[in-house]
């Protein structure tokens, strides 16, 4: 064989492996994930959201996330049954898994933020939700200010969350795909701040996208839920 063709396939094995089972998965229905269901209609978050910017959010970057996942656990004990939770926890902070984390972080958090959204949301919280705002940040036109502060300050791609640690609440940010999961809190809400969320509907008015999620779309009743 010639030199340049044996590297060529050198290069090319690996690849056309991974590739093989993905499909072989795939082909067979046994994909190891799958992308989870948008809650609601990819219009109906309009004027807030429009459905070009959900259905490309949802269908080509949630989508992608799911994909390279299955492509990269294929093979692994993660293709046998893991949770997509259990992927997340199980490849944070080591070096050699990063794009695993990377595509099942990011996979999580797109689930979990659809969640946090609905048709005719924002209003006010209830109940024991609206105590422990009221407690941790002063009331709940004070906790908007602070998310708002929060999403805007947030540098480059990441996510604001509304989180519960213990007794209190706080607002974290994460950069990238990192989530509160990996970080001992429990998620109440999310805010994606990447400019994919947002670009074709605010362009650079990351502000004016993220008041629209606190005033009208953000679903207080799935945050009252996840409360521990
Ligand atoms: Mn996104």
């Known amino acids: 064989m010639q030199p340049f063709l044996r590297s060529a396939l050198c290069i090319l094995a690996p690849w056309a492996g991974m590739l093989a089972a993905a499909e072989a998965a795939e082909s067979a229905g046994t994909a190891a994930f799958t992308l989870s269901a948008l809650p609601y209609a990819q219009e109906a978050l309009e004027p807030y959201i429009s459905a070009r910017t959900m259905g490309f959010h949802y269908t080509k970057h949630h989508q992608a996330y799911v994909d390279n996942l299955n492509k990269l656990v294929a093979g692994t004990p993660w ?18 898994q990063g794009p695993v984390f990377n595509n099942a972080a990011q996979s999580w958090n797109h689930g979990f933020f659809w969640k946090s959204m ?6 006010q919280p209830e109940g024991r939700l609206l105590e422990a705002i009221n407690k941790s940040f002063g009331g709940v036109e004070k906790f908007k200010e602070a998310f708002l502060t929060a ?9 604001v969350w509304l989180v519960q640690e213990g007794d209190s609440l706080n607002i974290v940010k994460t950069s990238n795909a990192d989530t509160p999961l990996v970080h001992g809190q429990n998620a109440l809400l999310t805010c994606d701040v990447w400019e994919h969320a947002y670009y074709l509907d605010y362009q650079n008015r990351r502000k004016d996208f993220v008041k629209a999620f ?14 521990k």
């Open 79 to 96: 293709a046998n049954g893991s949770t997509l939770e259990q992927v997340v926890r199980e490849s944070a902070g080591k070096a050699d």
């Open 118 to 123: 609905k048709p005719g949301g924002g209003g």
């Open 151 to 159: 999403a805007v300050a947030q540098f480059g791609s990441g996510w």
């Open 214 to 227: 606190l005033d009208h779309l953000v679903n207080w009743e799935f945050a009252a839920s996840q409360l």
